[in-house]
């Protein structure tokens, strides 16, 4: 049966993987190699909640073959035929030509990014090792089920969509040899998954510009941009930077412009004064944002879609001076309660300060409010503007910080040119940026960093 090989092929796909125990032999009867999918719910709590061995425990009552959790792993729980349909209607699946795929999900409850899209992409992964697509072969629990209005699930989700969604992700699926895996056997994924199918991934097969199709020959390049572009999106919308290597290779880092989140794990240069050959600081609230809001937006390929204002009521990308945690982040814990830092006070001072931005590819709440909570941090460091110059450092790159050892103060290395020759001498410059008093040091009001 094919759907024993269904692990290494989601694996491939780049999705995690937990083959149970039994997987192999747990079977109420042969399946054929082509099959349809039906989508369900497993109606547990909302949020985490089930777990696989219920579904272990229920595959004598009513279970189907898969799970996929939350967090977007899949479950294989048997191979062969399960009881998941239930009573069909005519010309509809039934358990006996079709596999069950239990989502932990309720009636009511929003979609996990993660175990949406972990759901559709391996569905479109399985449909590409059959050769069929989702318009013939994906269904939900509720569409088949007779007498109508009997099931309900997967709640929230329009078949017609999902397999849409589904078909413009198959295209982007990289071509496998898939293997029989045993009960508890390791499963790995390819490491160039991700990158045969990123694009496919951040479109969903949406971004199709009907009038591409058109253009043939040398005018076949004529809605086309440069890949940098595309690479500039996802890497931003991730909260990385990137640069070139000595040897050209392409590096993606997370930049900890602070040092609060890495720890001793920071890159970081410490200069004593006889390295310097000038440091100060300048202090100018231009910079200044009170209130910073984003939000994302999925990738449109024409650039003239606007972000409708539902995506502004409806993001998590909202930080303030009024937010004591993210204060506390920024100046310390001691500045979290009003005796030490009032917002209206400062409100009364400074006004306020809007910033709205909109992050391309980004459309996870959570990295709504963590690109708003970066571009907060980094705006409000950059009232107190830095200079440093120094000698010649051949081990200063970018992504480190720097350490000015007798003043107390960190700097972030944005951007490293060195130059000179034998008979002038040598010299290092660099783009700095986000200034943070460590251990006492800076001025009043600067952001607060770690060593």
């Not at 050892?405 to 000179?420: A, P």
Request: with cysteine; net charge negative; aromatic share 10%.
């Amino acid at each position: 049966m094919l759907i024993k090989t269904w692990p290494s092929i989601i694996s491939a796909a780049g999705l995690q993987v937990e083959v149970m125990p039994g997987f192999e032999s747990r079977s109420h009867g042969e399946l054929p190699d082509v099959v349809s999918i039906v989508w369900h719910h497993d109606a547990s709590p909302p949020g985490p909640s089930a777990t696989a061995d219920y579904f272990v425990g229920a595959w004598d009552t009513a279970s189907a073959q898969i799970w996929v959790d939350t967090n977007g792993k899949w479950w294989f729980i048997g191979c062969g035929q399960a009881w998941h349909a239930g009573a069909t209607a005519p010309g509809m699946p039934t358990n006996q030509n079709s596999v069950g795929i239990e989502t932990d999900h309720t009636i009511n409850e929003a979609w996990p990014d993660a175990l949406l899209s972990s759901l559709q992409k391996g569905t479109a992964a399985l449909f590409k090792a059959m050769a069929v697509t989702a318009g013939t072969n994906l269904f939900f629990h509720k569409q088949i089920a007779i007498p109508a209005g009997r099931k309900v699930d997967p709640d929230g989700l329009e078949i017609n969509q999902q397999r849409a969604l589904v078909d413009g992700l198959i295209g982007g699926i990289a071509a496998v040899t898939p293997t029989t895996i045993g009960a508890g056997a390791p499963v790995s994924a390819s490491p160039d998954v991700f990158k045969q199918g990123v694009l496919n991934y951040l479109y969903f097969g949406q971004g199709i510009d009907k009038l591409s199709q058109l253009y043939r020959g040398d005018l076949a390049p004529v809605n086309d941009q440069q890949l940098i572009n595309t690479v500039q999106a996802i890497v931003t919308a991730s909260l990385r930077s990137f640069m070139s290597g000595p040897d050209g290779s392409f590096i993606a880092f997370f930049p900890d412009y602070f040092g609060i989140y890495g720890g001793e794990n920071n890159y970081k240069l410490t200069l004593e004064d006889i390295e310097l050959v000038d440091f100060k600081i300048d202090v100018n609230d231009d910079e200044l944002a009170t209130d910073v809001f984003v939000t994302g937006q999925l990738p449109d390929p024409t650039g003239v879609t606007p972000i409708a204002e539902a995506q502004w009521i409806n993001s998590n990308g909202v930080v303030n001076i009024r937010q004591g945690s993210a204060m506390a982040l920024i100046l310390g814990d001691e500045f979290a309660d009003k005796s030490n830092f009032d917002p209206d006070a400062f409100y009364a001072r400074f006004g306020l300060r809007p910033l709205k931005a909109q992050y391309q590819s980004v459309s996870s709440h959570l990295l709504e409010y963590l690109q708003a909570l970066t571009l907060f941090q980094r705006k409000w460091a950059a009232q107190y503007r830095t200079q440093v110059s120094f000698t010649f450092m051949p081990e200063l790159y970018p992504g480190m910080r720097i350490l000015i050892k007798s003043h107390n103060v960190t700097v972030f290395v944005e951007e490293v040119v060195h130059t000179g020759s034998f008979e002038t001498g040598f010299q290092t410059t660099a783009t700095i940026s986000s200034p943070a008093a460590v251990n006492g040091g800076g001025i009043k009001g600067m952001a607060v960093g770690k060593v």
